[in-house]
């Protein structure tokens, strides 16, 4: 018999939650090469223009990985074993995880963590209404350190990991590695861990992709920008920023920047930072893989391969892993 539950409603931010932003903000415009950590991308405004790139005709990642989802939910599922919980890294929206969840066999609990707190009550919400019965524990917590499993997860027989939207190719390979080692010790022993990975495919399929025609990766670039002035005070033009972003062939990653366009100075959280025309802030990496290749990073923290699944033109993959006794 499954327990009625009902989702944890969380505050939207804290002061703790501030302050890193503030302080990597400053570290990242203070070093010689500008850059900023994509996990802020993701207030409310950020993670509602992620799911308009994800609706963009360019953006394949997205239907690509849903498809495989429906098309192959059964077997993923299979590699859940009854009374297990479900724990998925960097939940956002819902979309995949409910997939996912209708093919699963009874659950001890679904765990989604997400650093964008407000964001995640209103999809815990949404979920809890059309799976009642199941039992929903949000934590707001940024996924690349640890943090606290809710009881009902802790207690499960085995915990199982979902990292969906090749969110693993936006961390550097070492940090790949830092993560899937972290996640191992967040799920504990005979856990599994279900990845969605981009694969390496032609150049222009990827550069059309992260610069759609309708500008909507130009806009969730920027308002990284607007963030930093609504929360920290900044005053950036973003009239005097350009989105660029462009494959590295060399190493296997699409590089997202934020160009100035003239010679300015900008303040934050009462500091000043000097930028050149043609100046960049480096936003993002997004790293396409092997199935040869991410399994190779994987065995080396651990973690045994136990599926892939392509869709039919092979954009895409979903892949399973069992961590070593």
Known sequence: MVALARSTHLPISDDSDIS???????????????????????????????????????????????HILQDHGAEIAALIPAGAALIEFGSGSNRKARILLAAAPVLAAYVPVD?????????????????PRLVIRPVAADFTHSFELPEEAK?????????????????????????????????????????????IKPA??????????????????????????????????????EHHAFYNRERHRVEMHLASLTRQKVRVAG??????????????????YSPESLAALARGVGWQPAGVWTDARKYFSIQAFTLAP
Request: charged share 25%; proline share 4%; hydrophobic share 40%.
């Open 20 to 66: 890193a932003f503030k302080s990597d903000v400053l570290k990242g415009l203070g070093a010689r090469r500008k850059h900023l950590p994509p996990k802020y991308f993701y207030d409310a405004a950020g993670s509602q223009l992620f799911d308009r790139i994800t609706d963009q005709p360019e953006y394949y990642p997205t239907r690509c990985e849903i």
């Open 115 to 131: 650093i964008s707190a407000e964001m995640l009550e209103q999809e815990a919400d949404a979920l809890q209404r059309d799976f």
């Open 155 to 199: 207690n499960a027989a085995v915990r199982v990991g979902f990292f969906p939207g090749s969110t693993i190719g936006n961390f550097e390979p070492h940090e790949a590695a830092s993560f899937l080692r972290n996640a191992a010790k967040i799920l504990g022993p005979g856990s599994k861990i279900v990845i969605g990975a981009d694969l």
């Open 204 to 241: 222009e399929i990827l550069n059309a992709a992260y610069n759609d025609e309708a500008e909507v990766t130009a806009k969730f670039n920027l308002n990284l920008l607007a963030r930093i002035n609504r929360e920290l005070g900044g005053n950036f033009n973003l009239a005097t920023f």
């Open 271 to 288: 500091e000043c930072f000097e930028f050149r025309a043609g100046e960049t802030i480096h936003t993002e990496n997004s790293y396409k």
